[in-house]
Every structure is written in structure tokens, then in C-alpha cells.
């Protein structure tokens, strides 16, 4: 007599171990894949803030020309004030990287500060319309790039607290995401400014 064969035990629990590890797998590559994703996202999200500096730096260099231009007219024997204002600007244009780029734009901001400081003393100067208006342009591209370097670091702030918070951080080190520097003030800026004339 045949004996109705028993289904196997053995490989019934093979096949639950098997899918147990396959279950296991498919929830570790989809949390890789999330936290990965999450990292691109935040990091697309602090190059594209610093764009936005970038585009307000350009402005503020487009304006400056045309600002010493109108000093020149009036206070042509500022010539040392003049130079330091286009020579700034030009190290700024230089910078790279943040770190460099927060030293160039302090000096620049130091250098424009010393500009506006002589045109006080120029009455014609101060009245003129387009010294006006360029004046007005650059201390709304000032707030403008006030603005974009907070948010720059915000960004910063946010992919640096994902990237280095458990379990984004495994994904951060295998994908190889780096940290990215802070837009800081110039050590030199935080001390009163000297006007001398």
C-alpha cells in the first residue's frame, strides 16, 4: 500500500526563509533608495542656493562700474578710495569657493562702505539723480544677497543635518556625499569700520 506522500516540511520553510530575506533585502534597497534620494534633493537644494548668491553677486559687480564712474566726476582726487572699490571687486569676482568668496565680499563691502563715506562729503555728488539711483540698486542687491546667503545656509543646515543623521548617514558615506562650506562673515568685519578722510 502507497502512502499519500506528505508535503515537504523542510522545503516549505526554506522557501518562507528565502522570502524572509528577500522580504528583508527589498526593505533595505527602498530605504536606500528614499534616503539617497532625499540627500539629492537637499543637495540640489544648496547648490541652487548658492546660485542665488551668485546672481545677486553678479548684479552687485555690474553695479559697481557705474558707480565709481559717477564718484570719479565729482571727487576725482579720491583716487585711493576708487582703486580699493575696483580692486575689490575684482578679488570678489576671483573667489572661489565660499570661504574665499565670504573674505573677497567682506573686503568688497568694507571698500564700498569707505565709497559711500566719500560721497558724503560731495553735496553735488549726493544730489546727483543717477548717484541716487545707483545707490538705491546696490543697497537693495545688498538685502538681496543679505537674503540669499541665509538661505544658502539654511540649505546647508538642512542636507548637513540629513547627511549626518542615523540611518542617512550610512547612505551619505557609501554615495559619497560631501559637506558643503557656510557662507560666514569675515572675522575682520565684525569689527568697528575706520572711515578716515
Known sequence: MVMPAAPPARSQEVVMEWLIVVGILAVVAVAFVVAYNGLVRLRNAVQNAWAQIDVQLKRRYDLIPNLVETVKGYASHERETLDSVTQARAAAMAAEGVGEQARAESQLSQALFNLRAVAEAYPDLKANQNFAQLQSELTSTED??????QGYNDAVRTYDDRRQ??????VAGLANFTSYEYFEAD??????VKVEF
Open 165 to 170: 543623521s542615523i540611518p542617512t548617514n550610512i
Open 187 to 192: 572675522p575682520d568685519s565684525r569689527t568697528p
Open 144 to 149: 538681496r544677497i543679505a537674503f540669499s546667503r
